[in-house]
C-alpha cells in the first residue's frame, strides 16, 4: 500500500515591510502548481504592496492548499522635530552638549532592519 502525504503549505509569519520596500515571498516548493493573488505562477512571489498576499497550489493528486501572509508597513515610532533655542542656550543630544546652530540627526536601525 502506498500512501501519499503531499507537502504541507507554509507562507510563513505574517511581517512587516520597511517603508517603500519589497517582501519576497516563497511558496512551500513540491506542488504541481501555484497560483498568487495576481494570477502569476511561479513558487516565488515578490510583494511589492502591503496588504494580504495568498497563494493557491496543487499537488500531484489534485489536492487543493491556500495560504495568506498579511503584510504591514513599519511606521517610525520617531519624527522629525525641529527645536528653536535662544542665543547662549545648550541642549544635550545623545549625551553630548550641543550650543551651536545647526541641523543634527541621527539614523536608528529599528523593527525588522527598517531606518528610523
Known sequence: QVVY???LLDLGPDTIMC?????SLLATPGFESYMWQDGSTD???TATEPGAHWVTVVDSC????SDTL?????SSALSADTLSLC???T??????????PGEYSALFTG???CDS
Open 91 to 100: 541642549i544635550t543630544l545623545f549625551g553630548t552638549p550641543v550650543s551651536q
Open 19 to 23: 517603508g517603500f520596500g519589497v517582501v
Open 70 to 74: 498579511l503584510i504591514s508597513v513599519y
Open 62 to 65: 489534485g489536492g487543493v492548499q
Open 87 to 89: 542665543s547662549g542656550d
Open 43 to 45: 513558487p516565488s512571489y
Open 5 to 7: 502525504d503531499p507537502p
Open 111 to 113: 523593527f525588522n532592519g
